[in-house]
């Protein structure tokens, strides 16, 4: 088998790492930013194993202003920006770059607001599709996609891959 070649990364961003680490940090707190060798480990491939590549940094928002906040400071210093639900995709659609920052969505997770009578539900993207379907089941409702890693997969990678598909599909 042969793998794909994987692009370089960019060396002037990876010798500013310290700094964008320490702003991204200030940005949404330490708490949220993963610099460490181990715990950026987690983050280096979905579940397509074939590739792996160590991001730069990794932050886990707990809403959507921290978004926002991470991609303007993201934008403003033309860093690459991986987003991740939870990484069970076998796509490899959450392989970072070492010049990149992961947004992993896992603690953007609870459910907003549910409406029966409209049959609508608010929730944020890190829920996990078998949360969702647990939150309804007593009104007879579940979440119609139902891939066998539901208990972990999360809304927004459910949204990646779809969306990700459609272009694919599209540009054929």
């Known amino acids: 088998m042969t793998l794909s070649r994987l692009p370089e990364p960019d060396r002037g ?15 949404i707190g330490s708490e949220a930013v993963i610099a460490d060798e181990d715990g950026r480990r987690v983050f280096e491939a979905d579940a397509l194993t074939a590739y792996r590549r160590m991001p730069l940094a990794v932050v886990l928002p707990r809403s959507t202003e921290d978004v926002a906040k991470v991609l303007k ?15 069970t995709s076998l796509s490899g659609g959450a392989l970072p770059a070492e010049d990149a920052i992961v947004i992993g969505i896992s603690r953007m997770n609870r459910i907003l607001n549910v409406d029966f009578e409209n049959r609508t539900i608010r929730v944020e993207t890190g829920i996990t599709n078998l949360a ?21 997969c999360t809304l927004g990678g459910n949204l990646a891959i779809t969306r990700g598909a459609r272009t694919a599909s599209n540009t054929a």
Not at 13 to 27: F, G
Not at 73 to 87: D, S
């Open 13 to 27: 961003v990876l010798a500013r790492s310290t700094a964008i680490v320490e702003d991204l940090e200030q940005l």
């Open 73 to 87: 400071y993201c934008h403003q210093n033309r860093l690459k920006v991986v987003p991740r639900g939870a990484g």
């Open 132 to 152: 969702i379907t647990e939150a309804v089941a007593a009104e007879g409702f579940f979440y119609a996609p139902d891939p066998s890693s539901q208990l972990a």
